[in-house]
């Protein structure tokens, strides 16, 4: 659903009226009421005062939908324009137009969360960062680059490794994620039990506050004593505080020789076991698992080769690098115990970068095969050390509660980041299926906040789990929120009605 500022017609969407008067003002969701020459004045005033041209304002309706979703499906987009600044300076503009009209802003990057966090579903507008994604100045003794927020993830990969370095936050969306979207949600994926969150490679920031102040965060120093990190802050902000601009990011040494095992179990604490047997002995680059569910979906579409001649319950992919013998020799005798202790029941190990690329298939391709079955996704995390029994609690409350429910697990079990996927039942409407796993979801993060986890590991809060934020952070601690917001924001601009409420 998209709002036409130039039609008079009322549209609503998930029961909220969206109105459109004569005299040219919408009401959204009762959050916002805007004029239409409020947005049309604010438009004008950035064309005639801040050197924006045509291009970098779009206020037609594929472009509003366009820009004014992510990969979410539970809310309909509804922005008042698209704008596409060049500069740090263009940004502040738009920031402190938006302060003195009282119109809301939503920063978009790739848009390719899963927590709603760019979504513009009440009248906002969007401030896209396409046009801000050159990377900068290189410095080799360093291992430092300067990037604008806009350059796409895989873009940023290609050039360290122009330079032998490496980037190593990677995940199935690098193609299309921007940088500054990777900041705000302080982004994992597949290399976290090696190389951390976004947050370890980020070594200074630019941001234009929700104030409309410029501000140069750290710039780039490994030691800098001297006071508060805001730096930090605006991690994981999700665009709540204001909008990063540029960033200065860490590269790393380019791994050798990477090699790749698919292992197969019957129980899920024989997975617990590999992972301790490898760890205690091998460096490891990644330790993803998933399960039966995700094979046999995997399988049926066709893309990838099935790993062994049998079925197991359980599925580890595990990568190392090995660059001397013994090494590889190392790992050989670690997998021989496992599978002599009979955790293993079967293995596969790849012998070309090909090879490696093929198995790391059978994980990477799982959201994409499931996707056909209008998967309830949740991803969260706990303690590796609870990650078995809280996986066994979550599969008997679906299963006690939903026997028609099939559950689709895997993730990167080596942080403990877990990705839960119930498939839509085929004969059930999509409708009522979200309605239940609702129902669901209750019961997941009581067992989330039981162990001391997160509802979100990886994909931001948003407004899709903002309603759950209480399970895993207290009232206390999102009041301090709220009154760090108030300092940075104090007009209540930036991605209003994400995280949480004011």
Not at 172 to 197: F, H, L, P
């Given at each position: ?9 009322v ?66 987009p ?73 350059v ?14 490496y ?50 965060l ?22 709540t ?12 040494r ?17 997975v ?69 202790e ?8 790849s ?6 690329a ?145």
């Amino acid at each position: 659903m998209v709002v036409d500022r130039h039609a008079n017609k009322v549209l609503s969407a998930h029961g909220a009226a969206y109105i459109l008067l004569n005299e040219g003002t919408y009401l959204v969701s009762d959050l916002i009421s805007i004029s239409a020459p409020t947005i049309d004045s604010l438009i004008s005033t950035l064309q005639d005062n801040h050197n924006f041209d045509p291009s970098q304002i779009k206020t037609d309706a594929e472009s509003l939908e366009h820009w004014g979703k992510d990969w979410t499906k539970h809310f309909a987009p509804a922005a008042a324009a698209i704008v596409f600044p060049k500069t740090t300076e263009q940004v502040q503009s738009i920031v402190l137009l938006a302060n003195e009209y009282n119109v809301v802003l939503t920063p978009s990057g790739g848009r390719t969360g899963l927590s709603a966090g760019a979504v513009a579903a009440n009248g906002e507008i969007v401030v896209s960062m396409d046009k801000m994604n050159q990377i900068g100045t290189f410095y080799p003794a360093d291992r430092i680059v300067e990037i604008e927020a806009g350059v796409i993830t895989e873009q940023l990969q290609q050039f360290a490794e122009s330079k032998d370095l490496y980037y190593p936050v990677d995940f199935a969306s690098a193609g299309s994620s921007q940088m500054g979207g990777n900041i705000g949600t302080n982004a994992g994926g597949i290399k976290v039990i090696r190389y951390g969150m976004t947050r370890q490679w980020i070594m200074g920031l630019t941001v234009v506050t929700g104030k409309g102040d410029i501000l140069q965060l750290n710039r780039g120093m490994v030691k800098n004593a001297t006071g508060y990190d805001l730096r930090q802050l605006f991690i994981g902000s999700e665009g709540t505080l204001g909008l990063v601009t540029h960033a200065q990011i860490k590269l790393e040494r380019q791994p050798q020789d990477l090699n790749v095992m698919v292992l197969g179990m019957d129980n899920f604490s024989d997975v617990m076991n590999v992972l301790s047997a490898f760890q205690a002995q091998i460096d490891l680059t990644a330790f993803e698992f998933f399960d039966e569910v995700a094979i046999d979906k995997l399988m049926a579409h066709g893309q990838v080769q099935e790993p062994f001649e049998s079925r197991t319950k359980f599925y580890t992919l595990l990568e190392f690098e090995a660059p001397y013998e013994p090494i590889m020799e190392k790992a050989m005798a670690i997998f021989e115990h496992c599978m002599e202790e009979g955790w293993v029941v079967d293995g596969v190990m790849s012998q070309s970068l090909s090879q490696a690329a093929e198995l790391w298939k059978l994980r990477e391709y799982i959201s994409e095969t499931i996707s056909v079955f209008t998967p309830y996704k949740n991803d969260v995390s706990v303690l590796i050390s609870h990650v078995p029994e809280f996986i066994k609690e979550i599969d008997d409350i679906v299963s006690s509660n939903y026997p028609d429910f099939e559950v689709c697990w895997f993730g990167h079990i080596g942080d403990g980041n877990l990705h839960l996927n119930i498939l839509k039942p085929e004969n059930m409407s999509k409708d009522d299926f979200f309605a239940e796993c609702q129902v669901v979801n209750k019961h997941v993060f009581e067992t989330v906040q039981k162990y001391g986890g997160s509802v979100s590991a990886e994909h931001g809060v948003g407004m899709t789990k903002k309603p759950y934020l209480q399970y895993s952070r207290s009232e206390t601690e999102i009041n301090y929120l709220r009154e760090v917001k108030k300092v940075f924001d104090p007009n209540n601009i930036m991605n209003r009605g994400k995280i949480f409420d004011m």
